[in-house]
């Protein structure tokens, strides 16, 4: 062992918790690890975290594994709200100045979505103002991509998606997938989303309330867009009138993300966007 007395405790926590590492047969765990506890030993030391702290740490996480179950993960939204789950998907995804940024997909996405023609309207009730999209698919020079898969799920005018009420809007409601055209575009008619608070009636909704942290996200719609030769891109696009963009509880709303919805002379309301793909690399991992 290699405790030095002139240490702090929580020095000399880290180096014994380090040392006794050092046969483990699992080397990346074991380095990770002795990274962690030195991080925590150091913050107990700085924040002088005392029994009833610690107390107190211990009953909250217990409650958000409380808090989970097959249909809901406690766990997730914790990790989503206290933006790690976006800082890890921006690391992961790191991609050229000027491409499109990657984020979070969230729980509502439906990979069977229905084939939509260029056009055609996602929204099977009608219920809502409308809103006609005009989508951009380019690469870094400016170039169309053609035939790219644009995937598009969103939540109703009330916040709600399809699969979160089920018997309250008709299947695949507000989902489809367009195929962008020669020129790169493909024209979605849909009705203007509305946003919705995350779940916040657990434990990670208590936190939020604790710490001043509102549950409500900006209204927005969901995009996967893939095209050979390209990575694909998880994204969102964000209605730029709403006031909760600058406190998106997930930490998705990057400003290249925002657009305006505006009106049209003829009733609703009209946006354009350009997604920009980064190229995909020989043998890399295209998601
Ligand atoms: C969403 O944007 O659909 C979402 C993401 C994470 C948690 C809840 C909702
Ligand atoms: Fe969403």
Redesign the pocket.
Known sequence: MNVSTTQTPARQHATQFADRLRDAPDRQLAERMGRLIAAVARIVEEERIDREDLRAMIRFLTDVGHASDARRSEWVLLADTLGITSLVETQVTRRPAGTTPNTIA?P?YRMDAPARQDGESISLDGVGELLILTLEVADLDGDPVVGAVIEVWQ?NAEGLYENQAPDLQPESNLRGIYTSGDDGKAVVRTVRPKGYAIPHDGPVGDLLERLGLSPE?PA?L?FRISAPGFQTLTTHLFDGDDPALATDPLFAAHPSLVTRFAPCAAGGFEARHRFILARAQTGQDQS
């Open positions: 969230g509502f939540a996200r927005h969901h």
